[in-house]
């Protein structure tokens, strides 16, 4: 089993800037991908970031230019920096661990959730 902890949520205004952190434990060769997802309220899960352990990176068409995914293979950890954030970007946000797939990221592991939250 893999286990996912987050930090770094919180509530911002609109313009600023937040950085996420989540450290994987357990099997971690189990996963060679890791990535951010986020669902707001009504709203289904989408993904906002994915980054391979060989450093290939996608971001969401939303989020392209204003967020920076980045992992330490070292700690385990991904990083999501966020900024110019705006209202819409409101969500919680989920790590996550997988692998990348013909067809994209494919998460198989999920974080608890960390609440983000931008004041307009």
């Known amino acids: 089993q893999v286990q996912l902890v987050e930090s770094g949520g919180g509530l911002v205004q609109a313009g600023g800037s937040l950085r996420l952190s989540c450290t994987a434990s357990?099997?971690?060769?189990?996963?060679?991908?890791m990535g951010w997802y986020r669902q707001a309220a009504g709203k289904p899960r989408e993904l906002v970031a994915a980054?391979?352990?060989?450093?290939?990176?996608n971001y969401a068409d939303s989020v392209k230019g204003r967020f920076t995914i980045s992992r330490d293979n070292a700690k385990n950890t991904v990083y999501l920096q966020m900024s110019s954030l705006k209202p819409e970007d409101t969500a919680v946000y989920y790590c996550?661990?997988?692998?990348?797939?013909?067809?994209?990221?494919?998460?198989?592991?999920w974080g608890q959730g960390t609440q983000v939250t931008v004041s307009s």
């Open positions: 996550s661990a997988g692998h990348y797939l013909t067809s994209g990221y494919q998460s198989n592991y």
């Open positions: 357990g099997s971690i060769f189990s996963f060679n991908a």
């Open positions: 980054i391979s352990s060989g450093g290939s990176i």
